[in-house]
C-alpha cells in the first residue's frame, strides 16, 4: 500500500519533503505533484524503478523519460546550451515545458534517444518538486501520470491513490494541478519546435519571436 504525503505546495514541510526523499533512495517510485498534472518519478539511476513506471505506463524499452532538474545550470550540465537557447530557457524556467536538447556525455545513456542523441529536460514551477530535488542533490527520472487506456493526465492525488495504490510506493498530495501536459519543444536543431502545445504554449510562442 502506497504512503500518502500531504504536502503543502507553497510552503512544503521539510520532515516530509525528507521522508519522500529517503524513500526514493531506497527504490520507491512516486506519485508527484508539478507544475502542469502529476507525474511518476524515481531516482535518475534506478533501473528497477523504471521498469516499474514502465509496467504503468505500459512503455516500451523505446520510450524516454524526462530529466526533472532544479534549475539552468543542471540543464546545462546534461544538455549542450548555446547563447540563445540560454536564454530562451532562462526566461522559461522553472515553468511548464520540456526541452528537447543535444545530450552531454555526462548524460544517462538510458534516457537518451538512440538515434538522434537527445534528451528531455524540465524544471518545473513547483515548490514541492524544488524542495524535493534541493534534498535529493540530485535530477529525478521522470513522466507525465496517464494510466492506460486514458489519454488524460491525472490532476488530482485522490486519482492517484485509488488506482496506485499497490503499483507506486508514494502518492503526494499537493493539490490539483489540472490536466494540461507541458509544452515540448524539440530544440536539437537549429530553431525550436514546439511538438506538442500544452500548458505555456501561448507564452512560449511570443518569448521566442
Same mark, same amino acid.
Given at each position: 500500500?502506497?504512503?500518502?504525503?500531504?504536502?503543502?505546495?507553497?510552503?512544503?514541510?521539510?520532515?516530509?519533503?525528507?521522508?519522500?526523499?529517503?524513500?526514493?533512495?531506497?527504490?520507491?517510485?512516486?506519485?508527484?505533484?508539478?507544475?502542469?498534472?502529476?507525474?511518476?518519478?524515481?531516482?535518475?539511476?534506478?533501473?528497477?524503478?523504471?521498469?516499474?513506471?514502465?509496467?504503468?505506463?505500459?512503455?516500451?524499452?523505446?520510450?524516454?523519460?524526462?530529466?526533472?532538474?532544479?534549475?539552468?545550470?543542471?540543464?546545462?550540465?546534461?544538455?549542450?546550451?548555446?547563447?540563445?537557447?540560454?536564454?530562451?530557457?532562462?526566461?522559461?524556467?522553472?515553468?511548464?515545458?520540456?526541452?528537447?536538447?543535444?545530450?552531454?556525455?555526462?548524460?544517462?545513456?538510458?534516457?537518451? @534517444?538512440?538515434?538522434?542523441?537527445?534528451?528531455?529536460?524540465?524544471?518545473?514551477?513547483?515548490?514541492?518538486?524544488?524542495?524535493?530535488?534541493?534534498?535529493? *542533490? *540530485?535530477?529525478?527520472?521522470?513522466?507525465?501520470?496517464?494510466?492506460?487506456?486514458?489519454?488524460?493526465?491525472?490532476? @488530482?492525488?485522490?486519482?492517484?491513490?485509488?488506482?496506485?495504490?499497490?503499483?507506486?510506493?508514494?502518492?503526494? *498530495?499537493?493539490?490539483?494541478?489540472?490536466?494540461?501536459?507541458?509544452?515540448?519543444?524539440?530544440?536539437?536543431?537549429?530553431?525550436?519546435?514546439?511538438?506538442?502545445?500544452?500548458?505555456?504554449?501561448?507564452?512560449?510562442?511570443?518569448?521566442?519571436?
Amino acid at each position: 500500500m502506497a504512503e500518502f504525503f500531504h504536502i503543502h505546495p507553497e510552503n512544503p514541510q521539510p520532515r516530509l519533503v525528507r521522508q519522500v526523499v529517503a524513500r526514493l533512495r531506497e527504490g520507491a517510485v512516486m506519485a508527484y505533484p508539478t507544475d502542469s498534472c502529476y507525474a511518476l518519478g524515481s531516482m535518475l539511476d534506478d533501473k528497477a524503478a523504471a521498469e516499474r513506471i514502465r509496467a504503468i505506463r505500459r512503455f516500451d524499452k523505446h520510450h524516454l523519460f524526462t530529466l526533472v532538474c532544479r534549475d539552468l545550470s543542471e540543464i546545462a550540465r546534461y544538455a549542450r546550451v548555446d547563447n540563445r537557447q540560454y536564454r530562451a530557457l532562462k526566461a522559461s524556467t522553472p515553468g511548464p515545458y520540456t526541452f528537447i536538447l543535444r545530450a552531454t556525455k555526462q548524460a544517462p545513456r538510458r534516457l537518451l @534517444h538512440e538515434k538522434r542523441k537527445t534528451i528531455g529536460l524540465r524544471v518545473p514551477d513547483s515548490r514541492i518538486v524544488a524542495a524535493m530535488l534541493d534534498e535529493l *542533490d *540530485d535530477a529525478i527520472s521522470s513522466c507525465t501520470l496517464i494510466l492506460p487506456p486514458d489519454d488524460q493526465p491525472v490532476a @488530482h492525488p485522490d486519482d492517484a491513490r485509488d488506482a496506485l495504490d499497490r503499483a507506486v510506493d508514494i502518492v503526494i *498530495d499537493g493539490g490539483d494541478c489540472g490536466t494540461d501536459p507541458t509544452t515540448v519543444v524539440d530544440w536539437s536543431g537549429e530553431t525550436p519546435e514546439i511538438t506538442r502545445a500544452g500548458r505555456g504554449a501561448a507564452a512560449w510562442e511570443e518569448r521566442i519571436v
